[in-house]
């Protein structure tokens, strides 16, 4: 498997750095739907050569994992990391690195976030924290995180991500996969084709994960997501093209229900396991994966807890925000339930 690897342009750098200026100068937070409007619109304006590659990402003429680099952030200057993903939404230290995000992520669609996770934050800080060490969460460290699809328990996941690097001194690693380079025996392609397979919510979408004081959810808010855990519907690993196929797996919150699916769940996950690119992203770096076709995760490191330790942003996004009928809005077209 390889990682379709490009550096940005001169022209594009000046363009992306022209426009978060003047984005700047209207919004002080990324964290509105006006904002994220706004700089749909302005993601129009940046040069053909990054609309073109984003719009071969989307068709499938791209690889489905994009490494996008060259994009400069002085580590002397930079704000410290914050101490928890719990940080203010309006920060304008970060704001233009911000913009820079959203417009680089606009080019593959739209931002959205999740009303049961941050209370639908569209950057969310994947920030190592002590107490987390060991949880199947961007916050761990001492253990792999197993990689997964992003919300592959929900109908309505992002069709992409968008992760950028501010920080990583530790040089953690990020792992990544694509479905098309899978080699599986035709049982078990059968197989994990049927709906024979559950997903259940990871904790970050779970009441007491989402804890904080910018804001109050619900018990209400989370009822979804309680469906989901008591009473999931079985869905099929892979669907689509048998040559660049769908893939919905999440192997630390899923399960197979009869021992055949097991055995072919065993096949899938080492075969996966077998197949891993790591990536080392450096500061200003992008990876944009496709959530539907591709997986990722990341090697367990030793963070340097403190005001540099690592620090990545990630941002969800959709081709269709109605998400063919299958999504809830919670408030806003870009907070889905």
Known sequence: MTITTRPFTKIELDALTDLS???AGHFDSCESEEFANAVGQAALMLPLSLRQLAYDFRIGKEKRIILLQGMAIDEATLMPTPDSWDHAWREPRILKLEIRHALVASLFGDIFGWHTQENGRFFRHVIPHPKDEAEQLGSGSSVDLEWHNE????????????????????????????????????????????????IVPDKSHRPDFNKSSQWQLSAEDFQRIEKMLTQPDPQPVLTGPSDDPFLRIDPAFMYAIDPEAEQALKEIKAEVDSKLVDVVLQPGEFL??????????????????????????RVNIAVDLAKGGQNIWVGSRRRFL
Request: aromatic fraction near 8%; include cysteine; glycine fraction near 2%.
């Open 21 to 23: 200026e003047e984005l």
């Open 151 to 198: 919300e592959a328990f929900h109908p309505a996941r992002a069709d992409s991500i968008a992760l950028m690097c501010y920080r990583n001194l530790e040089q953690a690693v990020t792992t990544v996969c694509t479905a098309s380079s899978l080699k599986l025996s035709d049982e078990a392609v059968k197989i994990l084709r049927q709906p024979r397979f559950v």
């Open 288 to 313: 944009v994966i496709d959530n539907l076709r591709s997986v990722h995760g990341r090697r367990r490191y030793k963070p340097q807890y403190g005001a540099q330790k690592r620090w990545m942003r």
